[in-house]
């Protein structure tokens, strides 16, 4: 993560910080807000060839760094040289080790800046905890939670031009008549039902899709599925990768390579054509769907997406409650409480039981009734 560079306040001398919601930097000391430089000038995200990305890209996050390693995740941080990092904004760890440095990293090209801040972030958290069911009591607790990061976390996102050609076999479905005998009554009776068949009929056809802007996660601190629950984000809202964005806030360095992001993206991209592929066959359904594609014009863009995570643990396994930044949508994992689950099982067993019981005396003739006098 790369601690933002230093904005001191033109008012008093403290740090500035990037305030969500605001159209700048504010000073929490004194209120002085320095206007977003870029806040009224368009922009439009660079897309790199994916064949020419070492010659391209910019090179590093800038200004005096150092960096951190989280000994638990793996999770690598950047921070100011002149400070320390404690702990880990995705698991909460506060054992971190000095890392090499590495200045070849790709350059961020574009940043959503945070929009929704600490205040609501813990607000939803408070909310989502005590909405959740068959947890354990503990959680509750955690309500309470003071420790909830704003972390940029680094994405790759990539475009192409895709063409392909697939095959297989439509059905066509159709109906014959089918004479059965059956009993009635006690005696045999001829009947006839209408019965669904398949024909079946070669089929081929071609597709052609661009793809824009397909995210992938390059985090190390965060898993590629749960930070998929907080999509999607307004990517048309970028701006252009500026330190001012960072200032109060956390940056993470990608430990996905470009390549092995590419590889994530054009699995997705492959999903999606398949789908469409399959439905351009034609009939009722089919089967032995084959599917050969080509990609070209392979772009991609390095960018930061604005997260609030709150890291807790439960009986020493790490749990992650997630914000989206921009949009407010809220994604996360939490304990079971098995004893919980067993009681309610129970509970409703008893449910079951009794109904059977009540069903089974009420169904049963009333005995009784003594002979009748000749």
Known sequence: MAAGQNFPCPGCGAELMWTPGASGLT?????????????????????????????????????????????????????????????????????????????????PESVLAFTVDKAKAIGDFQGWISGLWFRPNALKQLARLEKIAGIYVPCWTYDAHTRSHWTAEAGYYYYVTETYTTQENGRSVTKTRQVRKTRWEPAAGRHAKFFDDVLVSASKGLEQKLFEGLEPFRLEQLKQYDTQYLAGFTAERYQLALKDGYGTAKGKMESTIRSECGSMVPGDTHRNLRVSSHFSDVTFKHILLPVWIAAYKYQGKVYQYLVNGQTGKTHGTAPWSWVKIALAVLAVLAVLGVVAYLSQTQGTPSGGGGAGRP
Do not use: M, W
Not at 33 to 62: I, M
């Open 27 to 107: 000073c929490e000391y004194c209120g002085h807000e320095v206007k977003e430089e870029a806040a009224n000038q368009p922009y439009l995200p660079t897309e790199h060839r994916l064949d020419q990305a070492a010659v391209s890209a910019a090179r590093g996050f800038g200004g005096d760094l150092q960096e951190f390693q989280c000994d638990a995740c793996g999770a690598i941080s950047e921070v100011d040289a002149k400070l320390t990092a404690t702990n880990c904004g995705f698991c909460g760890n506060d054992k971190l080790d000095l890392a090499e440095s590495h200045e070849d990293v790709i350059r």
